[in-house]
């Protein structure tokens, strides 16, 4: 037995309940009066002769540690620290591991807080984590998987995630150019984004991590499988074919060119079923950069978190150097190595959440205007129109003529009035591009566009005429392209006019 009260007044610490503040308190003292040192354990060898006497157990580590401040190495901090714990009331229970191919470790594993925490006291540079996953044995063999739940009242960015369970469907199917995703439901949607040993694809390219997400109800659960080492990949594979199965479609970010066809590779590799090809699938990569490379420097999803999304990552570890930190994990086995990469991903997987929520509320006219950015509304405008629907697009542009954007409302009733064109109402699209010319006399689209109407429809030549000369005349900054095609207008409606 050790002496708790008097372990505890030296680490400056009182009796409390079983939990996790005192588990961080105890862990913090411990590391700050018990020395991290080998002497102790010299001196000891040389004075026991008898190898059985030889180990410090904790109430030996201990009355050296009162008596003359001693400390100790691994193992034995390790004991001492578990038999305080045990007195206290705490579970916890001892693991090994290898630091190198010469050197076993020890740490513990402790529950407080009604989740496990990794605690290790025999390193000079302790750490205490809370552990979210745990070890999952299958028949083809284990791996490391990570469960957690966003809660449906926390915040993403400027977003709930209650609110992000509501993405419609109808404008998903738009944005991918499905029409079947119509009929589905955002909880069939499996979100997926891969950590690799390298960021270009090739066979050789190992996704040690696979980061996983979709709706429950309002809340959004994220699931990673980790391959600790190379002979896991099979076993996690198998899991995430058969976890993939209960899905009906694929969200990625770049997913199309990256992370499936390395997937399809490693499925081939490891002889498993594969089953992402025959999914639906939108990747987010493509209508983001359709709709918000306007205002943008690239189209990186941690660009658009931080200036669309709202969201701030602290500390956030660069892509580029997740590869180095799986080859340092794989040699020195140091959990802390992984802690950013998971919560890395972790934020990947979230964040196309709250994407596809932003991209599909834009096609669904959502957001008010005077909450929505007009150049992204612009843009989706034209997406909608892309996918052959005038009505909806007609409509958006419509609310988009009274911009206060000067350019995003010129735009506007430029694309509206060659809708309008189509449809046949004349008089309408007419009414668009005198508009645009009341603001700009020289807008060469305008021009070009009235002159038609006038010279084809109404057979007005001398409007026609007139619109056309001045711009020719007086217009600054006509490219060659516009003004040969200007002159070649001109010279017709010349001959048109001429006596015959």
């Known amino acids: 037995m050790i ?12 009796r409390a309940e079983p939990g996790a503040g005192l588990l961080q308190a105890l862990f913090e003292r411990f590391n700050a009066c018990v020395p991290f040192e080998t002497a102790t354990k010299i001196v000891r060898d040389e004075e026991v002769s008898a190898h059985d006497d030889k180990p410090r157990r904790p109430e030996i580590f201990w009355a050296d540690h009162l008596a003359l401040g001693a400390g100790g190495t691994c193992f034995a901090r390790v004991a001492a620290f578990d038999a305080v714990l045990s007195a206290l009331g705490f579970s916890s229970r001892r693991i090994l591991g290898r630091v190198s191919r010469d050197f076993d470790h020890a740490a513990l594993v402790v529950e407080a807080g009604g989740k496990p925490w990794l605690c290790d006291v025999g390193f000079p540079l302790p750490a205490l984590l809370p552990l979210e ?45 499905l029409p079947v995703f119509r009929d589905m439901y955002l909880s069939d949607g499996l979100f997926l984004d891969t950590e690799t040993t390298g960021l270009v694809g090739g066979t050789g390219i190992f996704p040690f991590l696979i980061g996983l997400g979709w709706f429950e109800a309002s809340s959004f659960v994220t699931c990673q499988l980790f391959a600790r080492d190379f002979s896991e990949e099979g076993a996690m594979l198998r899991y995430f074919s058969e976890l993939a199965s209960e899905k009906r479609f694929l969200v990625t970010f770049n997913g199309k060119a990256f992370d499936l066809n390395l997937l399809g590779t490693r499925f081939i590799l490891n002889r498993c079923r594969e089953p992402l090809t025959a999914m639906p699938h939108i990747d987010l990569l493509h209508p983001s950069r359709r ?32 590869p180095q930190r799986y080859f340092d994990w794989l040699r020195r086995r140091d959990g802390s190595l992984m802690g950013d990469v998971f919560m890395h991903n972790r934020m990947d997987v979230v964040s196309m959440a ?5 991209l599909a509320d834009l096609v669904d006219e959502r957001q008010e205007m005077g909450r929505s950015h007009h150049g992204d509304l612009l843009k989706v405008a034209g997406l909608v129109q892309e996918r052959g629907d005038n009505e909806k697009a007609g409509s958006m542009l419509e609310a988009l003529t009274s911009s206060l954007h000067r350019e995003v409302a010129a735009s506007a009733r430029q694309s509206l009035s060659l809708i309008y064109k189509k449809d046949c109402r004349w008089e309408d699209a007419a009414s668009l591009w005198q508009s645009l010319l009341s603001s700009n006399p020289y807008d060469f689209f305008a021009v070009e566009e009235l002159a038609k109407f006038y010279e084809h429809r109404t057979r007005e030549y001398e409007k026609a005429l007139n619109l056309v000369a001045r711009l020719l005349d007086e217009a600054p900054h006509l490219d060659d392209d516009e003004r040969a095609s200007a002159e070649h207008r001109l010279r017709r409606l010349l001959h048109k006019m001429a006596p015959q």
Do not use: W
Request: proline share 3%; hydrophobic share 40%.
């Open 3 to 14: 002496p708790l009260d008097d372990v505890l007044e030296a680490l400056d610490l009182s």
């Open 291 to 322: 709709v918000l490379a306007h205002r943008l420097e690239n189209a990186r999803l941690s660009t658009i978190e931080a200036q669309v999304l709202g969201v701030e990552r602290e500390g956030d570890i660069p892509g580029f150097e997740i």
């Open 354 to 358: 709250s994407l596809l929520k932003y």
């Open 133 to 177: 996953g745990e070890e999952v044995e299958t028949p083809h063999g284990r791996f490391f998987i990570c469960r957690t739940t966003v809660k449906a009242g926390d915040l993403h960015g400027h977003s709930r995630i209650c609110d992000l369970a509501c993405a419609g469907m109808e404008a998903t199917a738009l944005l991918a150019g």
